[in-house]
Protein backbone atom coordinates (compact mmCIF):
# COMPACT_ATOMS: atom_id res chain seq x y z
CA UNK A 1 0.00 0.00 0.00
CA UNK A 2 1.06 3.67 -0.82
CA UNK A 3 2.25 6.10 1.93
CA UNK A 4 4.13 9.13 2.77
CA UNK A 5 7.53 8.73 4.22
CA UNK A 6 9.30 11.01 6.15
CA UNK A 7 12.99 10.05 5.65
CA UNK A 8 14.51 13.35 6.40
CA UNK A 9 13.25 16.11 8.67
CA UNK A 10 12.38 19.56 6.42
CA UNK A 11 12.73 17.20 3.58
CA UNK A 12 9.65 16.57 1.11
CA UNK A 13 7.66 13.49 2.09
CA UNK A 14 8.61 10.50 -0.35
CA UNK A 15 5.38 8.21 -1.79
CA UNK A 16 6.72 4.48 -1.21
CA UNK A 17 4.97 0.97 -0.95
CA UNK A 18 4.95 0.09 2.76
CA UNK A 19 3.88 -3.68 3.48
CA UNK A 20 1.14 -4.01 6.60
CA UNK A 21 1.96 -6.41 9.29
CA UNK A 22 -0.36 -8.95 9.90
CA UNK A 23 -3.50 -8.02 12.90
CA UNK A 24 -2.32 -9.55 16.53
CA UNK A 25 -4.43 -8.57 19.45
CA UNK A 26 -6.75 -5.82 19.89
CA UNK A 27 -5.66 -4.46 16.69
CA UNK A 28 -7.43 -3.46 13.48
CA UNK A 29 -6.88 -2.72 9.78
CA UNK A 30 -8.20 -0.03 8.47
CA UNK A 31 -8.44 1.37 4.77
CA UNK A 32 -8.07 5.14 4.55
CA UNK A 33 -10.91 7.72 3.09
CA UNK A 34 -9.70 10.65 4.38
CA UNK A 35 -6.49 11.82 5.84
CA UNK A 36 -6.02 15.70 7.24
CA UNK A 37 -3.23 17.64 8.07
CA UNK A 38 -2.74 19.44 11.36
CA UNK A 39 -0.12 21.81 12.83
CA UNK A 40 1.66 18.83 14.50
CA UNK A 41 2.44 17.00 11.38
CA UNK A 42 4.51 20.64 10.58
CA UNK A 43 6.07 20.41 13.83
CA UNK A 44 7.21 16.65 13.03
CA UNK A 45 7.72 17.12 9.46
CA UNK A 46 10.48 20.23 10.88
CA UNK A 47 12.22 18.42 13.48
CA UNK A 48 10.47 20.26 16.14
CA UNK A 49 9.61 17.37 18.16
CA UNK A 50 11.24 14.09 19.01
CA UNK A 51 10.45 11.86 16.55
CA UNK A 52 12.09 8.99 14.57
CA UNK A 53 12.90 8.91 11.23
CA UNK A 54 12.23 7.02 8.56
CA UNK A 55 8.42 8.07 9.58
CA UNK A 56 5.40 8.06 8.24
CA UNK A 57 3.29 10.76 10.26
CA UNK A 58 -0.29 11.84 9.77
CA UNK A 59 -2.80 11.62 12.64
CA UNK A 60 -6.32 12.81 11.44
CA UNK A 61 -7.75 10.17 9.69
CA UNK A 62 -11.04 8.25 9.06
CA UNK A 63 -11.23 5.20 6.84
CA UNK A 64 -13.58 1.91 6.95
CA UNK A 65 -12.39 -1.22 9.21
CA UNK A 66 -11.15 -4.09 6.91
CA UNK A 67 -10.44 -6.66 9.49
CA UNK A 68 -9.89 -7.00 12.95
CA UNK A 69 -7.76 -9.25 15.11
CA UNK A 70 -7.73 -11.36 18.10
CA UNK A 71 -9.97 -9.72 21.25
CA UNK A 72 -11.41 -6.84 19.16
CA UNK A 73 -14.98 -6.01 20.87
CA UNK A 74 -16.07 -2.84 19.95
CA UNK A 75 -15.27 -2.77 16.15
CA UNK A 76 -15.87 -5.30 13.05
CA UNK A 77 -15.30 -4.72 9.59
CA UNK A 78 -17.13 -2.10 7.98
CA UNK A 79 -17.58 0.28 10.32
CA UNK A 80 -16.67 3.82 9.61
CA UNK A 81 -13.81 5.04 11.81
CA UNK A 82 -12.05 8.20 13.30
CA UNK A 83 -8.59 7.52 14.79
CA UNK A 84 -6.65 8.89 17.56
CA UNK A 85 -3.26 10.36 18.07
CA UNK A 86 -4.04 9.59 21.84
CA UNK A 87 -5.18 5.67 22.59
CA UNK A 88 -5.86 4.83 26.29
CA UNK A 89 -5.37 1.58 27.52
CA UNK A 90 -8.26 1.41 30.41
CA UNK A 91 -6.21 1.05 33.67
CA UNK A 92 -3.88 3.44 34.35
CA UNK A 93 -4.06 6.07 37.01
CA UNK A 94 -5.84 8.25 34.43
CA UNK A 95 -7.83 5.91 32.65
CA UNK A 96 -9.71 4.92 36.00
CA UNK A 97 -10.38 8.34 36.43
CA UNK A 98 -11.87 8.76 33.06
CA UNK A 99 -8.96 10.87 31.91
CA UNK A 100 -8.49 9.16 28.91
CA UNK A 101 -7.37 12.17 27.22
CA UNK A 102 -4.16 12.28 29.56
CA UNK A 103 -3.66 8.61 29.35
CA UNK A 104 -0.05 8.17 28.08
CA UNK A 105 -1.08 5.27 25.43
CA UNK A 106 2.16 3.59 25.66
CA UNK A 107 0.28 0.68 25.68
CA UNK A 108 -1.75 1.65 21.71
CA UNK A 109 1.69 2.36 19.91
CA UNK A 110 3.73 -0.69 18.95
CA UNK A 111 6.62 0.31 16.45
CA UNK A 112 6.45 -2.57 13.93
CA UNK A 113 2.96 -2.19 12.43
CA UNK A 114 4.88 -1.36 8.52
CA UNK A 115 7.95 -2.11 6.69
CA UNK A 116 9.72 -0.91 4.08
CA UNK A 117 11.50 -3.31 2.54
CA UNK A 118 11.33 -5.27 5.92
CA UNK A 119 12.56 -2.41 7.91
CA UNK A 120 9.85 -1.75 10.39
CA UNK A 121 8.52 2.24 9.96
CA UNK A 122 7.71 4.35 13.11
CA UNK A 123 4.23 5.58 12.48
CA UNK A 124 3.04 8.75 14.32
CA UNK A 125 -0.39 8.32 16.50
CA UNK A 126 0.45 4.23 16.66
CA UNK A 127 -0.67 4.17 12.89
CA UNK A 128 0.32 7.20 10.87
CA UNK A 129 -2.61 8.86 8.53
CA UNK A 130 -0.70 9.59 5.53
CA UNK A 131 -1.45 6.18 4.05
CA UNK A 132 -3.77 3.97 1.79
CA UNK A 133 -4.29 1.60 5.01
CA UNK A 134 -3.35 1.70 8.48
CA UNK A 135 -3.32 -0.71 11.56
CA UNK A 136 -3.78 0.22 15.03
CA UNK A 137 -4.76 -0.36 18.49
CA UNK A 138 -8.73 -0.82 19.01
CA UNK A 139 -8.44 1.78 21.64
CA UNK A 140 -6.79 4.32 18.67
CA UNK A 141 -10.07 4.32 16.32
CA UNK A 142 -13.68 5.09 17.50
CA UNK A 143 -17.03 4.18 15.28
CA UNK A 144 -18.95 7.29 13.85
CA UNK A 145 -21.89 7.16 11.46
CA UNK A 146 -21.52 5.91 7.98
CA UNK A 147 -23.61 9.06 6.76
CA UNK A 148 -20.79 11.47 8.15
CA UNK A 149 -18.67 12.44 5.41
CA UNK A 150 -15.32 11.31 5.84
CA UNK A 151 -13.97 14.89 4.65
CA UNK A 152 -15.70 16.12 8.07
CA UNK A 153 -14.97 12.85 9.99
CA UNK A 154 -11.37 13.08 10.05
CA UNK A 155 -11.63 16.65 10.95
CA UNK A 156 -12.41 15.02 14.58
CA UNK A 157 -9.43 13.41 15.30
CA UNK A 158 -7.21 16.33 16.80
CA UNK A 159 -7.60 19.87 15.69
CA UNK A 160 -11.65 20.06 16.03
CA UNK A 161 -11.80 18.10 18.90
CA UNK A 162 -9.25 20.03 20.58
CA UNK A 163 -10.48 22.80 19.84
CA UNK A 164 -14.63 22.22 20.56
CA UNK A 165 -13.78 20.05 24.03
CA UNK A 166 -11.39 23.42 25.23
CA UNK A 167 -14.39 25.53 25.02
CA UNK A 168 -17.31 22.59 26.15
CA UNK A 169 -14.69 20.83 28.86
CA UNK A 170 -12.03 22.71 29.94
CA UNK A 171 -13.29 26.58 30.02
CA UNK A 172 -15.63 27.69 32.86
CA UNK A 173 -17.56 29.66 29.70
CA UNK A 174 -20.68 30.55 31.49
CA UNK A 175 -24.14 32.20 29.33
CA UNK A 176 -23.29 35.93 28.65
CA UNK A 177 -19.77 35.74 28.97
CA UNK A 178 -17.45 37.14 26.79
CA UNK A 179 -14.43 35.18 25.64
CA UNK A 180 -11.65 36.19 23.02
CA UNK A 181 -9.59 33.38 20.60
CA UNK A 182 -6.16 33.90 19.68
CA UNK A 183 -5.35 32.21 16.20
CA UNK A 184 -8.34 31.30 13.74
CA UNK A 185 -6.96 28.04 12.43
CA UNK A 186 -8.74 24.37 12.28
CA UNK A 187 -8.44 24.66 16.51
CA UNK A 188 -8.92 28.33 16.98
CA UNK A 189 -12.25 28.01 14.74
CA UNK A 190 -13.72 25.40 16.58
CA UNK A 191 -13.27 26.67 20.21
CA UNK A 192 -15.39 29.78 18.50
CA UNK A 193 -18.05 27.73 17.51
CA UNK A 194 -18.06 25.91 21.60
CA UNK A 195 -17.80 29.15 22.51
CA UNK A 196 -21.10 29.83 20.57
CA UNK A 197 -22.69 26.60 21.44
CA UNK A 198 -22.15 26.70 25.61
CA UNK A 199 -23.78 30.65 25.35
CA UNK A 200 -20.78 32.88 25.12
CA UNK A 201 -22.67 36.28 23.78
CA UNK A 202 -19.24 37.99 22.37
CA UNK A 203 -16.69 36.55 21.30
CA UNK A 204 -13.83 37.86 19.99
CA UNK A 205 -11.60 36.62 17.37
CA UNK A 206 -7.54 37.40 16.74
CA UNK A 207 -5.51 36.55 14.01
CA UNK A 208 -3.34 37.84 11.37
CA UNK A 209 -5.30 36.56 8.39
CA UNK A 210 -8.10 38.71 7.35
CA UNK A 211 -9.67 35.74 5.62
CA UNK A 212 -9.47 33.87 8.78
CA UNK A 213 -11.15 36.26 10.40
CA UNK A 214 -14.24 36.14 7.61
CA UNK A 215 -14.39 32.79 8.34
CA UNK A 216 -14.45 33.45 12.30
CA UNK A 217 -17.45 35.77 11.85
CA UNK A 218 -19.50 33.61 9.80
CA UNK A 219 -18.76 30.35 12.38
CA UNK A 220 -19.62 33.09 15.09
CA UNK A 221 -17.39 35.30 16.37
CA UNK A 222 -18.90 38.66 17.18
CA UNK A 223 -15.95 40.89 17.30
CA UNK A 224 -12.92 40.62 15.20
CA UNK A 225 -9.41 42.01 15.68
CA UNK A 226 -6.65 41.69 13.26
CA UNK A 227 -3.64 41.68 15.27
CA UNK A 228 -1.23 42.96 12.83
CA UNK A 229 -3.10 46.15 12.57
CA UNK A 230 -3.88 46.40 16.18
CA UNK A 231 -2.30 46.05 20.13
CA UNK A 232 -4.31 42.94 20.72
CA UNK A 233 -3.89 42.89 24.47
CA UNK A 234 -5.08 46.75 24.78
CA UNK A 235 -7.80 46.52 21.95
CA UNK A 236 -9.63 43.27 23.54
CA UNK A 237 -9.17 45.08 27.30
CA UNK A 238 -10.99 48.17 25.80
CA UNK A 239 -13.46 46.86 23.99
CA UNK A 240 -14.65 44.64 27.82
CA UNK A 241 -13.94 47.50 29.80
CA UNK A 242 -11.39 45.48 32.01
CA UNK A 243 -10.42 42.00 30.39
CA UNK A 244 -12.56 39.20 28.86
CA UNK A 245 -13.80 36.10 31.29
CA UNK A 246 -11.76 33.27 29.04
CA UNK A 247 -9.12 33.44 27.05
CA UNK A 248 -7.99 30.66 24.55
CA UNK A 249 -4.69 30.98 23.24
CA UNK A 250 -4.57 28.36 20.15
CA UNK A 251 -1.45 29.62 18.24
CA UNK A 252 1.69 27.97 20.60
CA UNK A 253 3.32 30.64 21.26
CA UNK A 254 4.62 31.68 24.55
CA UNK A 255 4.17 35.23 23.65
CA UNK A 256 0.38 35.14 22.75
CA UNK A 257 0.18 33.23 26.09
CA UNK A 258 1.26 36.04 28.02
CA UNK A 259 -0.79 38.39 25.92
CA UNK A 260 -3.83 35.85 26.04
CA UNK A 261 -2.97 35.96 29.85
CA UNK A 262 -3.16 40.16 29.56
CA UNK A 263 -6.48 40.04 28.25
CA UNK A 264 -7.96 38.15 31.13
CA UNK A 265 -10.20 40.08 33.30
CA UNK A 266 -9.19 40.02 37.48
CA UNK A 267 -10.45 36.20 38.21
CA UNK A 268 -10.62 35.20 34.12
CA UNK A 269 -9.31 32.25 32.83
CA UNK A 270 -6.91 31.68 30.23
CA UNK A 271 -6.95 27.89 28.26
CA UNK A 272 -3.90 27.04 26.24
CA UNK A 273 -4.79 25.08 23.72
CA UNK A 274 -1.87 25.41 20.79
CA UNK A 275 0.68 22.82 20.36
CA UNK A 276 3.63 24.82 21.59
CA UNK A 277 7.34 23.79 20.16
CA UNK A 278 9.20 21.08 22.69
CA UNK A 279 11.23 23.57 25.68
CA UNK A 280 9.31 26.64 24.86
CA UNK A 281 8.68 28.42 28.29
CA UNK A 282 5.65 30.50 29.25
CA UNK A 283 6.49 33.86 30.99
CA UNK A 284 4.22 35.67 32.92
CA UNK A 285 4.55 38.39 35.68
CA UNK A 286 4.13 36.44 38.94
CA UNK A 287 2.83 39.60 40.90
CA UNK A 288 0.41 40.70 38.87
CA UNK A 289 -1.07 36.99 37.93
CA UNK A 290 -1.35 36.51 41.85
CA UNK A 291 -2.79 39.61 43.05
CA UNK A 292 -5.53 39.64 39.98
CA UNK A 293 -6.71 36.15 40.89
CA UNK A 294 -6.21 34.79 37.19
CA UNK A 295 -6.16 31.38 36.12
CA UNK A 296 -4.11 29.21 33.69
CA UNK A 297 -5.11 26.29 32.37
CA UNK A 298 -3.92 23.50 29.82
CA UNK A 299 -6.04 21.69 27.65
CA UNK A 300 -5.49 18.42 26.39
CA UNK A 301 -7.21 17.11 23.40
CA UNK A 302 -9.75 19.12 24.06
CA UNK A 303 -10.67 17.11 27.27
CA UNK A 304 -12.39 14.87 25.21
CA UNK A 305 -13.20 11.44 26.45
CA UNK A 306 -13.34 9.53 22.85
CA UNK A 307 -15.71 6.85 23.76
CA UNK A 308 -18.23 9.46 24.65
CA UNK A 309 -17.75 12.87 23.52
CA UNK A 310 -17.30 12.00 19.97
CA UNK A 311 -20.95 10.34 19.81
CA UNK A 312 -21.95 14.73 21.04
CA UNK A 313 -19.50 16.30 18.25
CA UNK A 314 -21.37 14.45 16.00
CA UNK A 315 -24.79 15.15 16.97
CA UNK A 316 -23.87 18.98 17.04
CA UNK A 317 -22.58 18.27 13.51
CA UNK A 318 -25.65 16.74 12.71
CA UNK A 319 -27.63 19.41 14.08
CA UNK A 320 -25.71 22.19 12.34
CA UNK A 321 -24.85 24.23 15.46
CA UNK A 322 -20.82 22.86 14.24
CA UNK A 323 -20.11 23.74 11.01
CA UNK A 324 -17.12 22.09 9.45
CA UNK A 325 -17.48 23.00 6.12
CA UNK A 326 -15.83 26.32 6.21
CA UNK A 327 -12.41 24.88 7.33
CA UNK A 328 -12.44 22.23 4.21
CA UNK A 329 -10.94 24.96 1.68
CA UNK A 330 -8.95 22.30 -0.35
CA UNK A 331 -8.47 18.75 -0.88
CA UNK A 332 -5.69 16.94 -1.92
CA UNK A 333 -4.68 13.61 -3.70
CA UNK A 334 -1.76 11.56 -1.25
CA UNK A 335 0.54 12.36 -4.41
CA UNK A 336 -0.02 16.21 -3.38
CA UNK A 337 0.87 15.54 -0.04
CA UNK A 338 3.70 17.92 0.12
CA UNK A 339 1.53 20.71 -1.51
CA UNK A 340 -0.91 20.09 1.63
CA UNK A 341 1.85 20.95 4.45
CA UNK A 342 2.53 23.53 2.15
CA UNK A 343 -0.57 25.37 1.93
CA UNK A 344 -1.21 24.75 6.19
CA UNK A 345 2.41 26.33 6.59
CA UNK A 346 1.95 29.53 4.25
CA UNK A 347 -1.76 29.76 5.73
CA UNK A 348 -3.35 29.62 2.53
CA UNK A 349 -5.75 26.82 3.60
CA UNK A 350 -7.38 26.58 6.86
CA UNK A 351 -7.50 22.60 6.87
CA UNK A 352 -6.06 20.40 4.33
CA UNK A 353 -7.85 17.38 3.58
CA UNK A 354 -6.09 14.26 1.89
CA UNK A 355 -8.71 12.54 0.03
CA UNK A 356 -8.35 8.79 -1.29
CA UNK A 357 -10.68 8.32 -3.82
CA UNK A 358 -13.77 10.56 -4.84
CA UNK A 359 -15.75 11.84 -1.66
CA UNK A 360 -18.73 12.99 -1.92
ZN1 LIG B 1 -4.50 4.70 30.39
ZN1 LIG C 1 -3.14 17.35 15.77
Known amino acids: MKAAL ?25 RVLAASVCHTDLTMHQGL ?21 AGVHRL ?10 VGYCGYCPSCNRGDTYLCSGEQTLRPDRVALDGTPIFTMGGFGAFAEEIIGHEHSFVQVPKALPPQQATLLGCGVSTGLGAALH ?16 AV ?13 TRIIAVD ?21 EQQAPETVL ?23 VQMIRRGGTTVLVGMMELGASINIPGTDFLTTGKRLVASVLGETRVKVDIDRYVALIESGELNLDPLISRRFTLDEINDALESLESGQVIKPVIAFGDLS
Open 6 to 30: LTKYKKPLEIVDLTLSNLVENEVRV
Open 49 to 69: FPFPVPSVIGHEVTGVVEAVG
Open 76 to 85: KPGDSVVGFP
Open 170 to 185: TAPIKPGDCVVVIGCG
Open 188 to 200: GLSVIQGARIVGA
Open 208 to 228: LAPGKLDVAKALGATDCLNAS
Open 238 to 260: EMTSGGADVAFECVGKPETTAQA
